[in-house]
Structures are given as structure tokens and as C-alpha cells.
């Protein structure tokens, strides 16, 4: 999945999706000049483990990140990563990722207040889940120009996407089916992580509790 944000970005800022468009008609290189993540602000909203593992690949391109959480780790302040307020992330970041899971806190907050405050170069990317961020208001501020794009890989309902989708018909859009967490080493993980919880439970020492 992280590996899946990264890529996501960069076919964004190098303008992949227009590149092969202008070899496959003729094209050449004019008006495709591209930007780095290097030296860019990525904010990383939810910094637990997806959160953190893809802040520190973003780190690793060179990027300079903050992180907004609920609860801040000593261990991602460690790692070179500034907690800010959400508010002062989306004001001042060039890539915002989303990586909060979906509850009653969550639901929603990615409004069209917050996406207001974006700037009109950012980028932003939901690898999380589709009811935290108000798709229609995304929709629209990408169809005006208010933000740069949007890498979205989840929506209010899975796939196949309803034709009333907004963000079908949005501008600067890259949208996967749900298919960020999806590779053959991936899928081999997770099945060991199965099995390693029904052993556990079995022992007496359950791992990975989700509180109902």
C-alpha cells in the first residue's frame, strides 16, 4: 500500500498519466515538465502503523513531513516526523495522505471546510476509507481548480462505483478499486497474520483485538 501512495504521487507530479498520452499520439516532452516529492511538505493524517511506514518512505524521497494523530508516539517523533494541528497540515502541506480508520470521530472530516484550506497545488490521497472525506466537496474543488488532484483508491461503497460517483467525473482525479493493499506478497502476509491470530487465540493470548 505505501509503495501504492508513493507511485500514486509521482505519476501526478511527473504527469505519467499525460506523458503516455503524448507518446501514444505523437507527442514529445513539451509541457510536461514535472516536480519531485524531494523538498515537498507531506502531511500524513492517522500515523499508526500504515500511517507511519508510508511517512517514512515519503522521508526517503526526500520529503520533509508532519503527521496529524490523536494520540502522538515518541516513536514517529523519533523518526524526524513534526506533529501539527490538523488545520495548520492542510494550510501548509504540498501531499496530504489519509490513513485514519473509519468511525464515529472520523466520519466526515475531510469536509469541505478542510478541503478549503488545501493548497491549490496539493495533492491529495485517500488510501484510508471513502465516508472520512466528503466526496462530492472534493469533486468539486478539483473541478474548479482549488486543489491540484486526488489519488483515491476507496469510496462510500466498493466498487463496482455507482455512476453518480462525483469523483468519477472530477478533473486531475487517479481512482483504483481498492486495490492499494492488493499483491500476491501482500495477500501471503496477510494469510500468515491469520493464521498467527487463530494460534494465539487458540493459546490463550489473543493478538490484533478490534474493540466492537
Known sequence: MQRSICSDTNAFLRYLQQADQAVRNGGTSAGLCGREIRSKKVGIIGCGQI???TAKLFQAFGAEVYAYARHEREEVKAAGIAYK????LLRECDIISLHT???KETRGMISAEKIALMKKSAIFINCARGPIVDSKALAQALNEGRIAGAAVDVFDCEPPIPAEEPLLHAKNTLL????AFLSEEAMVRRAKIEFSNVYAYLDGKPENVCAL
Open 51 to 53: 500511517g507511519f511506514m
Open 101 to 103: 480508520p473509519n468511525n
Open 176 to 179: 483504483t478499486p481498492h486495490v
Open 85 to 88: 494541528p490538523l488545520d495548520d
